[in-house]
């Protein structure tokens, strides 16, 4: 029960000259399941992408490492079902093993397929079966395969995330359609989860990889389902330079802007559809903090909001017990944090101020705001001039459904 | 449904010379509930306390580390369903009106009371239904009322906490009586709940302020439910000098070592006790993690696996889904940490190594494990020789229940 979440129109993803997305059912962890995505990138296309932080990061994220700094990228393939993570020597070599066998398929070196994997952790990927459905994955590229695509890369998700846009570029029209999926193990740095966006624009290495990284920090690494950082997310920004436009090769001035922002936008979309879908998720929450000394106290206090269970159970009950709040933000660890100058609103309402609740706040205002299925809590530090944002979701009976059934 | 805790039995719970315990039902969040508790201290009583590090302390705490500071304490007053937080400079004046109140009847200064309130954020304390009902719990202070204290101090607590002991300190039989109440917003530093300790024992007040700081470090700071830190918590220990034992003044020698043992013990008891109660509970877990370079390294690791919530619906689920726990280590913040050398346990059962799953691993011994209500698991980092161990519950329905629902 995703919170206004729509799947996306098949006819409103365009497609990105150069590349072709194809998938299919391997059977990973059950039979008839698309979970399996392929793409396959014309000659010349650039790839940038970051990767989790998790010190046990799976297979496939070593490999992709290693391939993207070696240089052009031809392929990428995407499967669910097993995280190839926790798999030590064997889960390298079988992450290797699907480059090769993608490679002599489609015609490149091993070194220029991308491998992914999501699902569970600490389980052999089933790399026969995998290998098996690559030529059927092969044989369905399209470059309208997007839709699909999205579907392919799904696990506790219930709604496929897929965004296009068109940006001019130095008077060229320039597409960039991506898709995303991910509902829990959600956490920033690196966001958890799996982002693949396409651009047909003309970059260079260097600004492409300026690029994905501005790009996720302004979104992937804003939201948290759970706190839980996973060990095999990634966000790969492909381009094709198909669309004629003069190539981008300075991070600054007209043209890198544009792309800038419309990248940062779609990404924006597509990590708030994450949290929209968030497992269980029932509420899709904005915490904004502004009169922070920096960003990062911002951020601090924003997580230590998104991230309480408290805050987010009273969510999902609709109960503004708003004081919950107010704790999880003197409890994020900003030292010298004068509690009697916060200030705390639910959307309009003025909930706390001078150490207390506002003289104004009506518990109705609050229940009403409680109600809906979007809500804005914003925090005013009083101390500087810096804010963030970051997104999440309710924590619900759902959540602890989906997580204690999740591998049966 | 507490894991494996039954409440105390009043027979059990012995009489500390000097301290004197009453309780009544004050009505401050619903009417007949035990819901006020008042300890009496003997002239010549020494306290010391650790409080929340949240920065949006309660009002309460605010005036204990005020009235802690200035010398001898006479009385403890403890309110449940309004925690006096989030309440501003009225909140102040409540509490200090409590301790006036408090010390008219008692006999004392003001200033020689400490308040504790702990339940909802951001309500104003019904501080004349507290007075009024002060007359009551002062008319039934009784050395044995450690029991009814217990109850009278719980909140989403299932059963009471009360602990005592005895030891001998130089020759002398000595008393340690305690009570605690907890069960969510649970989170070490400091840890989230109230615990009263008392002991006979004659110390000096430098002696009684390094027991209290160390027994807390050991054992309320140990524990986690949510992650949450709340606003009110505090660990007050109360040495009446009534045992005769000559005055520990020294934090060293036999005497100090025997006291610091005893009250430490007393403390884990207290504080494992909260986690056995922690909302929804189902499983006791130990998370005991050694082979760190330092103690912080192994706290870092074990909080993170005690506070995913994926490993906690886990475990909730009886599913050996333990690359969870893998993941959880990974993105615990250790920079260097070389997943490939961790080696990780459930109870006997060896689970990970060299990256992976043990070549050892069958999923019926995890199975079985997972389905015991009390499960250790035990990670060795395998780069230092510090340890440090936590205890913590599984996340249940039953917790998201207990939240959406606490105010209603």
Avoid at 178 to 203: E, N, Q, R, S, Y
Avoid at 293 to 305: K, L, T, V, Y
Avoid at 329 to 339: K, M, P, R, Y
């Amino acid at each position: 029960m995703a919170v206004n979440l729509a799947a996306p129109d098949p006819q409103e993803l365009f497609a990105v000259a150069g590349v072709r997305v194809g998938h299919a059912s391997a059977g990973i962890r059950k039979a008839g399941r698309k979970d399996l995505a392929v793409f396959e990138l014309a000659p010349g296309s650039r790839a940038a992408g970051v990767f989790t932080r998790n010190r046990f990061c799976a297979a496939p994220v070593r490999v992709c490492r290693e391939h993207l700094a070696r240089g052009e990228v031809r392929a990428l393939v995407v499967n669910t079902g097993v995280a190839n993570a926790g798999t030590g020597a064997a889960g390298l070599a079988d992450a290797r093993a699907v480059c090769a066998a993608a490679a002599g398929a489609i015609g490149c070196a091993p070194e220029q397929v991308l491998p992914f994997s999501t699902g569970v952790i600490l389980e052999p990927l089933p790399v026969d079966r995998l290998i098996a459905a690559l030529p059927a994955a092969i044989a369905a590229l399209s470059e309208t395969g997007w839709a699909d695509a999205a579907q392919a890369i799904m696990t506790t998700d219930t709604v496929p995330k897929a965004r296009s846009r068109r940006v001019a570029i130095g008077g060229r029209p320039v597409t960039i359609t991506g898709i995303a999926k991910g509902a829990g193990m959600i956490h920033p740095d690196m966001a958890t989860m799996l982002a693949f966006v396409a651009t047909d624009a003309a970059v260079s290495q260097a600004v492409l990889e300026r690029l994905v990284r501005g790009a996720a920090v302004g979104s992937f690494n804003c939201i948290t389902v759970d706190g839980d950082t996973s060990t095999n997310d990634s966000f790969v920004v492909i381009a094709s330079g198909r669309a004629g436009n003069a190539e981008v090769i300075e991070p600054e001035g007209a043209d890198f802007e544009a792309l800038r922002v419309a990248l940062e936008a779609l990404a924006v979309e597509l990590a708030q559809a994450i949290v929209r879908d968030g497992e269980g998720a029932t509420k899709f929450i904005t915490v904004a903090v502004e009169g922070g000394r920096d960003i990062a106290e911002c951020r601090r206090a924003a997580f230590a909001i998104a991230h309480s269970p408290l805050v987010k159970t009273a969510f999902f009950a609709s109960d503004p017990n708003l004081g919950r709040i107010l704790s999880a933000i003197g409890a994020s660890g900003i030292a010298d944090l004068e509690a009697d100058r916060l200030r705390v609103w639910l959307d309009e309402v003025l909930v706390a101020e001078r150490g207390g609740r506002a003289a104004s706040y009506r518990e109705e205002d609050g229940a009403r705001v409680m109600k809906q299925p979007e809500i804005t809590v914003r925090v005013d530090l009083a101390r500087g001039s810096a804010q963030a944002t970051v997104w999440t979701c309710d924590l619900s009976h759902g959540y602890v459904t989906i997580n204690a059934d999740y591998r049966s």
